[in-house]
């Protein structure tokens, strides 16, 4: 049984564990395990069974996936919390790693493999000296297309506050281009006080769509960069503050251009 720990309140971490699986272990069916509200929704597990992420101890998974925090969202994982006999995954993306690193414990989890889904910062990178490199594959789509063809599609789950943070930087953008464009918000449910010229869909997942949208406005998130590289030149992106994830470095890498990237 391959058992997935996925703590984080956020949908990001549950795309990225259902890329990962269709990426590493196609046609097979995992336990997530996870307390984020997202899994209401059935289209974002799919397959997968859903556990709360303390039944790990009762488990015995053949491989335990580890999704971005190494010793768990708030420092729960050991070695000690690992079932005997378990291969464990690591799956890392950037974090901001001063702050993180107080949680590791004297124990920290020793990974029997680690991918590396982005660029680490030096000090974070040198924790996993022997992590690869993996580019993830969403699962196919079942989005239906045509919703936002040539609009600008402003795609986040929330909460509200960035919701409306991202509707007034897409208008900012706008008038610094002199256009007035039809305004459309991609996200799990809309703020009750959307505005009243931004129409409000919610499809999973998003990124079907961006291929017909004039532009695509999202946070810095790690899927929101990953998905919309293809599309790079009308992706608009604001990084917001989070507790463990570096929006920002992730910013600044995927708005430099590709030669300062190689």
């Known amino acids: 049984m391959i058992a997935c720990y996925v703590r984080g309140g956020g949908l990001g971490h549950l795309t990225r564990i259902r890329a990962y699986l269709h990426t590493c272990h196609p046609g097979e069916t995992a336990t997530i395990l996870t307390t984020s509200p997202f899994t209401a929704d059935p289209r974002v597990l799919g397959p997968h069974r859903l556990l709360p992420a303390v039944a790990l101890p009762s488990l015995h998974p053949s491989t335990l996936v580890v999704d971005a925090f190494p010793a768990g969202l708030d420092g729960e994982l050991s070695a000690a919390s690992i079932p005997r006999g378990t291969r464990t995954v690591h799956l890392a993306r950037l974090l901001r790693w001063d702050a993180y690193l107080p949680l590791l414990p004297a124990d920290p989890v020793r990974f029997d ?6 660029d680490l910062t030096p000090e974070h990178r040198a924790h996993f000296p022997a992590a690869a490199p993996l580019t993830l594959t969403d699962p196919p789509e079942s989005t239906p297309r045509g919703a936002a063809e040539g609009s600008w599609l402003i795609v986040h789950s929330g909460p509200a506050p960035e919701i409306h943070e991202l509707i007034g930087y897409a208008r900012d953008c706008a008038t610094a281009e002199g256009i007035r ?34 532009r695509v406005i999202t946070a810095a998130g790690f899927n929101a960069v990953r ?27 995927a708005r430099r251009p590709a030669s300062a990237q190689s």
């Open 181 to 214: 464009p039809r305004l459309l918000l991609a996200a799990p449910s809309a703020p009750h006080d959307l505005p009243e010229d931004v129409a409000h869909i919610d499809p999973y997942p998003a990124w079907p769509l961006f291929a017909e949208a004039a």
């Open 227 to 253: 998905q919309t590289r293809p599309w790079r030149s009308k992706h608009l992106m604001l990084p917001f503050p989070r507790r463990w994830d570096d929006q920002y470095t992730r910013a600044a890498a």
């Open 113 to 118: 493999e680690t991918w590396l889904l982005e």
